[in-house]
T-cell receptor, first 113, second 115 residues
């Protein structure tokens, strides 16, 4: 069963605007969440993470928000740049699955001029 | 090294042949993870190691898949008697610790095509 869901397969955003990517999860044992960015023919690159004891983490243009009661997290990228065009994966791990990342299906982001 | 290295980049095998993939984790990282990505879908966890010991193998199809991490050697993932459905990109990742608040760093992947 898919415990991490990214329901938007694609997102198109104008350069300079905000990109908002969403992720939902079902496993209440998840306590650590990560976002990865992936270009074609490359491995995923770590972007930002958040633990369940926080509700927000910020790193430069990237901010991740966690709503534990809704089992929902989001990634905000502002301002969006052409180099941000990639597939973004949400991933989670928990106390019942140490080290085993569960990934969502990814969201393809296209940043247009 | 500073990055996770995976070889080969591409591997083509006929159905029923053996396939062996290699991974060199980042120097100093004790944990190695293998994931399978089929047709750009989500990643499926296969197995993890703490140094040379299996840490979690709950994702491994036991019949045909095996993996090792031996001292002073790259880690390996071997598929005996490959099937068409094994066609995928296999990613290796490493981290300094297995769990808690620590990210996994991924290699570029090995694309396996079974004909």
């Amino acid at each position: 069963d898919q415990q991490v869901k990214q329901n938007s397969p694609s997102l198109s955003v104008q350069e300079g605007r905000i990109s908002i990517l969403n992720c939902d999860y079902t496993n209440s044992m998840f306590d650590y969440f990560l976002w990865y960015k992936k270009y074609p023919a490359e491995g995923p690159t770590f972007l930002i993470s958040i633990s369940s004891i926080k509700d927000k983490n910020e790193d430069g243009r990237f901010t991740v928000f966690l709503n534990k009661s809704a089992k929902h997290l989001s990634l905000h990228i502002v301002p969006s740049q052409p180099g941000d065009s990639a597939v973004y994966f949400c991933a989670a791990s928990g106390t019942d699955s140490w080290g085993k990342l569960q990934f969502g299906a990814g969201t393809q982001v296209v940043v247009t001029p | 090294g500073e990055e996770v290295a995976q070889t080969p980049k591409h591997l083509v095998r006929g159905e029923g042949q053996k396939a062996k993939l290699y991974c060199a984790p980042i120097k100093g990282h004790s944990y190695v993870f293998w994931y399978q990505q089929v047709l750009k879908n989500e990643f499926k966890f296969l197995i993890s190691f703490q140094n040379e010991n299996v840490f979690d193998e709950t994702g491994m199809p036991k019949e045909r898949f095996s993996a090792k991490c031996l001292p002073n050697s790259p880690c390996s993932l071997e598929i005996q008697a490959t099937k068409l459905e094994d066609s995928a990109v296999y990613f290796c990742a490493s981290s300094a610790i297995a769990a808690g608040y620590n990210e996994q760093f991924f290699g570029p992947g090995t694309r396996l095509t079974v004909l």
